[in-house]
């Protein structure tokens, strides 16, 4: 019985390191209207589309506050994209308060991802998004937005000039 006992626990265990060594964490930080959000940021994707628009593939993930979790292949896949495609990343907040789901979707100047930094420099840190949303009052005096924009986009990659939402003067 002993025999058993230790032959299962050894097993349980053999899966869950082999399943932690597949899962890569990327660090992102993510702010919506100067907010952490909780766990209510759902489907997370980066889609990666070529000059014409047109998508040739799309990588899942899970964001958990400080980072991207993603498999081992997709991870490899995310820094290996072509330099001549674009990345986007897209996910959903599903907010409690409001009973909606906000989708929100961005591109990443792969130049900080792949080629022309080795190994990727978001990959060496971290990079962060603040969004901030135009039904916010804050955020609504505060930066410019276009007749059709519901929301305007902050990156932040550590050691490169940041990509910033126009501010109101």
Same mark, same amino acid.
Do not use: H, W
């Given at each position: 019985?002993?025999?058993?006992?230790?032959?299962?626990?050894?097993?349980?265990?053999? @899966?869950?390191?082999?399943?932690?060594?597949?899962?890569?964490?990327?660090?992102?930080?993510?702010?919506?209207?100067?907010?952490?959000?909780?766990?209510?940021?759902?489907?997370?994707?980066?889609?990666?589309?070529?000059?014409?628009?047109?998508?040739?593939?799309?990588?899942?993930?899970?964001?958990?506050?400080?980072?991207?979790?993603?498999?081992?292949?997709? *991870?490899?896949?995310?820094?290996?994209?072509?330099?001549? *495609?674009?990345?986007?990343?897209?996910?959903?907040?599903?907010?409690?308060?409001?009973?909606?789901?906000?989708?929100?979707?961005?591109?990443?100047?792969?130049?900080?991802?792949?080629?022309?930094?080795?190994?990727? *420099?978001?990959?060496?840190?971290?990079?962060?998004?603040?969004?901030?949303?135009?039904?916010? @009052?804050?955020?609504?005096?505060?930066? *410019?937005?276009?007749?059709?924009?519901?929301?305007?986009?902050?990156?932040?990659?550590?050691?490169?000039?940041?990509?910033?939402?126009?501010?109101?003067?």
């Amino acid at each position: 019985m002993r025999k058993i006992i230790l032959i299962t626990l050894f097993g349980c265990l053999s @899966v869950i390191a082999f399943a932690q060594e597949r899962t890569k964490r990327l660090p992102f930080i993510l702010l919506i209207d100067n907010e952490i959000p909780d766990p209510s940021i759902i489907n997370g994707v980066f889609i990666i589309k070529d000059n014409t628009g047109t998508v040739k593939d799309s990588i899942k993930f899970k964001y958990e506050i400080g980072g991207l979790d993603m498999d081992q292949s997709a *991870y490899n896949k995310f820094f290996n994209v072509k330099q001549s *495609y674009n990345i986007f990343v897209k996910f959903n907040e599903q907010s409690a308060k409001l009973d909606t789901t906000y989708v929100y979707q961005k591109q990443i100047p792969n130049k900080y991802i792949n080629s022309e930094y080795p190994n990727g *420099y978001i990959n060496k840190r971290y990079f962060a998004i603040k969004i901030f949303n135009k039904f916010n @009052v804050e955020s609504r005096s505060k930066y *410019y937005f276009k007749m059709n924009e519901s929301y305007v986009v902050q990156i932040i990659i550590p050691g490169f000039s940041t990509i910033l939402p126009t501010l109101k003067k």
